[in-house]
């Protein structure tokens, strides 16, 4: 990984949803550059933030930027290395998640951007893991693309129980992004 994910208008998108609604302690996973993790810590609601990141390069931009902070603000945000929850044992109120979504055949590109041979891989696994690091009542801000086939995202989120709404969508001229808040059907 030479690079970081920089923001673009699905991290925008997602953003301001995270302003808004992120709540408690948060899990900001795949953190990037970091944009969402900074943009929940703008909500007073929440209480403290982890970003997760694979990539040792984007750790270490977040680190950088928590490092610039003021004390009162530093005191509340963390960033770690992650193979999506492999370093992660706690739970959380609120799980933001931008994953990589676009469909790679070729299976050699950015796993920043590529979420498997179907686009939807990535997404899967996710939902499937999340569900063991939400807190009861918590919930998952969730961006993904049409190119990952929404309907697959659809039915998993039913086959695991999770309740869903959409907040935002953005068409774009070769996809739509959709934003979901997630969150489980007894919680």
Not at 49 to 67: H, K, Q, S, T, Y
Not at 174 to 180: I, N, P, S, T
Request: proline share 5%.
């Amino acid at each position: 990984m030479t690079s970081v994910y920089e923001p673009m208008e699905d991290s925008r998108l997602l953003e301001r949803h995270v302003r808004q609604l992120a709540r408690g302690r948060v899990l900001d996973l795949g953190a990037g550059s970091g944009v969402q993790a900074f943009a929940a810590l703008e909500n007073p609601a929440v209480t403290e933030i982890l970003a997760a990141d694979i990539n040792p390069l984007a750790v270490e931009r977040v680190r950088r930027r928590i490092e610039a902070l003021p004390p009162e603000q530093r005191n509340r945000i963390a960033v770690i290395k992650s193979d999506m929850f492999s370093a992660i044992t706690w739970k959380f109120d609120t799980i933001i998640c931008n994953p990589p979504y676009l469909p790679d055949e070729e299976k050699d590109h950015d796993p920043a951007l590529y979420g498997g041979e179907e686009g939807y891989e990535w997404s899967v696994r996710f939902l499937r893991e999340a569900g063991n690091h939400l807190s009861p009542n918590g919930q998952i801000l969730f961006l993904f693309s049409s190119l990952t086939n929404r309907e697959r995202v659809d039915l998993e989120l039913k086959r695991l129980g999770l309740q869903h709404e959409e907040l935002g969508m953005l068409a774009d001229f070769f996809e739509r992004l959709y934003v979901y808040r997630i969150w489980r059907a007894d919680g």
